[in-house]
């Protein structure tokens, strides 16, 4: 079992920044790949960003690169997500998911967050 809990989310105003933390805590070494997707009110979740915990290598959506930074910190276990010039369109609930392998779909992800509330007023 891996266990996540997300922090940092809250209310920004457009242009500007948050960062969210993703602390993993169980069987951590059984999931290489840690992911963050988001779900506004009436859309289905979306992938926003995704990184290989071993070798770094990272995924973006398009809607979000060259404004969010997903990064890791192996030794506390914790994945962040860096949101810069953030928009109203960005506003959803966060959740942060472990996976075997990189994917940009939900189903591969089979432990998740339970989510932390982004909010940026226009």
């Known amino acids: 079992q891996v266990q996540l809990v997300e922090s940092g989310g809250g209310l920004v105003q457009t242009g500007g920044s948050l960062r969210l933390s993703c602390a993993a805590s169980?069987?951590?070494?059984?999931?290489?790949?840690m992911g963050w997707f988001r779900q506004a009110p009436g859309k289905e979740r979306e992938f926003v960003a995704a990184i290989i915990r071993s070798g770094g290598n990272t995924l973006y959506a398009d809607s979000v690169k060259g404004r969010f930074t997903i990064s890791r910190a192996n030794a506390k276990n914790t994945v962040y997500l860096q949101m810069d010039k953030l928009k109203p369109d960005d506003t959803a609930v966060y959740y942060c998911a472990a996976a075997g392998g990189m994917a940009v779909t939900t189903l591969p992800y089979d432990y998740w967050g339970q989510g932390t509330q982004v909010t940026v007023s226009s």
């Open positions: 169980g069987r951590t070494f059984s999931r290489n790949v």
